[in-house]
């Protein structure tokens, strides 16, 4: 079945720093492709979406690439800033029909002023 | 522009006990979704409603059930609790079932089941 797996946290970097958070998917036909966030105390936001192959999803300095050839859609962003210390989860839409988000385990942020 | 809001915020139950968690739904969205979170993984898809109808279900056990009202609120009942269902409870709710509409969620209910 579909599945999102993304890389094991916690990631501690200091403010300024580049950010590479990995996804990767196994999923029939061409799902679409979310990066969600949660800040501390928060629900789930959107943080950006991709819906096709080759899509960049951006906002707020981050960015991510639908490949569908890696089969990755991994979260980056050029200088991370405390503000961003948060619980990151990459997520797929199922097309199979059943409308369900598939999400992978989240990945825990750290950001060291 | 009101959000998606779910009650309570926590809970405490025992064993064999039975839930009922609520929802309204952000103005304007006609579909919820609800979703498990156990402690340090993803939200996990229970089952959505669109229009008062279930319209999709994940892998849980018929003693998770819902219901959609006509003003688009939800409520998620859990039988029988057993250990394994305490969780952070995640109401989603939506413009459209399904596709690459944003997904947008309230705060959670965090049921611990002792």
């Known amino acids: 079945g579909n599945s999102v797996t993304q890389m094991e946290g916690p990631v501690t970097l200091s403010e300024e720093a580049f950010l590479t958070i990995n996804c990767t998917y196994t999923?029939?036909?061409?799902?679409?492709l979310f990066w969600y966030v949660q800040y501390p105390g928060e629900g789930l936001q959107l943080l950006l979406k991709?819906?096709?192959?080759?899509d960049k999803g951006s906002n707020k300095g981050f960015e991510a690439t639908y490949r569908k050839e890696t089969t990755s859609f991994h979260l980056e962003k050029g200088s991370v800033q405390v503000s961003d210390s948060a619980v990151y989860f990459c997520?797929?839409?199922?097309?199979?029909?059943?409308?369900?988000?598939?999400f992978g385990t989240g990945t825990r942020l750290k950001v060291l002023a | 522009e009101t959000g998606v809001t779910q009650s309570p915020t926590h809970l405490i139950k025992t064993r064999g006990q039975q839930v009922t968690l609520r929802c309204s739904s952000q103005?304007?969205?006609?579909?919820v979704s609800w979703y498990q979170q156990a402690l340090g993984q993803g939200p996990q898809f229970i089952f959505q409603?669109?229009?008062?109808?279930?319209?999709g279900r994940g892998n849980f056990p018929p003693r998770f059930s819902g219901l959609q009202f006509p003003n688009y609120s939800s409520e998620l009942n859990v039988n029988a609790l057993e250990l394994d269902d305490s969780a952070l409870y995640l109401c989603a709710s939506s413009l459209a079932a399904g596709g690459a509409g944003e997904l947008f969620f309230g705060e959670g209910s965090r049921l611990t089941v002792l």
């Open positions: 991709a819906t096709k192959a080759d």
């Open positions: 409603y669109y229009r008062e109808e279930e319209n």
């Open positions: 997520a797929l839409s199922d097309i199979s029909g059943t409308y369900k988000y598939i």
């Open positions: 103005s304007g969205h006609n579909t």
């Open positions: 999923a029939t036909g061409y799902p679409s």
